[in-house]
């Protein structure tokens, strides 16, 4: 199983500043065929279903505001929000569907400051 | 509007049964793989199983192969999930959701609490 972990577990922020959450995949979810990284970023409100943020590592949702984006490839990912508002408060993960168990990271919590 | 609603869920013994329904609305149920993601209390997201639009190909999590079975109902646009043989760890909320390069709708979840 690849073993999805990201840093930190949990993340406090002021109003207005960045917010970087790390994730590191125990393999390479890059595929060589398309040369796209299997990997999605979801935001996790208390009471509400998960929300798809990023996919293909770096590719936008249609509707996710554009504070929020994704870098990286092969085994190292980064979720960033560049300038934070308050109802970004949320836990995070990050997700890897380029093999079967389709595994999460164990979240990162999101407080502000 | 796109809407996925779970039902089924409640309280069952250790060694009984279960069976999750999830109703697909407002999207091509036919065009995605669709899953089932749980989260047990206080812990955080972990997939179940996924199956293929046509449902030839089905996918589970070690832990719960063999106890659970996923399928769907293409004319009724539903996803099921048989779960037998629960356990105490199978506590959780579990979401359906429908794949594409990621998760993309999400359900609000059943729970389902296993206990004596």
């Known amino acids: 199983d690849i073993v999805m972990t990201q840093s930190p577990d949990s993340l406090a922020v002021s109003l207005g500043e960045r917010a970087t959450i790390n994730c590191k995949s125990s393999?390479?979810?890059?595929?060589?065929?398309?040369?796209?990284?299997?990997l999605a970023w979801y935001q996790h409100k208390p009471g509400q279903p998960p929300k798809l943020l990023i996919y293909?590592?770096?590719t936008r949702e249609s509707g996710v505001p554009d504070r929020f984006s994704g870098s990286g490839s092969g085994t190292d990912f980064t979720l960033t929000i560049s300038t934070l508002k308050a109802e970004d408060v949320a836990v995070y993960y990050c997700?890897?569907?380029?093999?079967?168990?389709?595994?999460f990271g164990q979240g990162t919590k999101l407080e502000i400051k | 509007e796109v809407q996925l609603v779970e039902s089924g869920g409640g309280l069952v013994q250790p060694g009984g049964s279960l069976r999750l329904s999830c109703a697909a609305s407002?999207?091509?149920?036919?065009?995605?793989?669709m899953a089932w993601v749980r989260q047990a209390p206080g812990k955080g997201l972990e997939w179940v199983a996924n199956?293929?639009?046509?449902?030839?190909?089905?996918y589970y999590l070690a832990s719960v192969k063999g106890r659970f079975a996923i399928s769907r109902d293409n004319a009724e646009n539903s996803l099921y999930l048989q779960m037998n043989t629960l356990r105490a760890e199978d506590t959780a909320v579990y979401y359906c959701?429908?794949?594409?390069?990621?998760?993309?709708?999400w359900g609000r979840g059943t729970l389902v609490t296993v206990s004596s």
């Open positions: 959701a429908a794949s594409g390069a990621g998760l993309l709708y």
């Open positions: 407002g999207f091509t149920f036919t065009g995605y793989w």
């Open positions: 199956i293929k639009q046509d449902g030839s190909d089905k």
């Open positions: 393999q390479s979810v890059l595929s060589r065929s398309n040369n796209k990284n299997y």
């Open positions: 293909w590592a770096s």
């Open positions: 997700q890897q569907f380029y093999s079967i168990p389709n595994t």
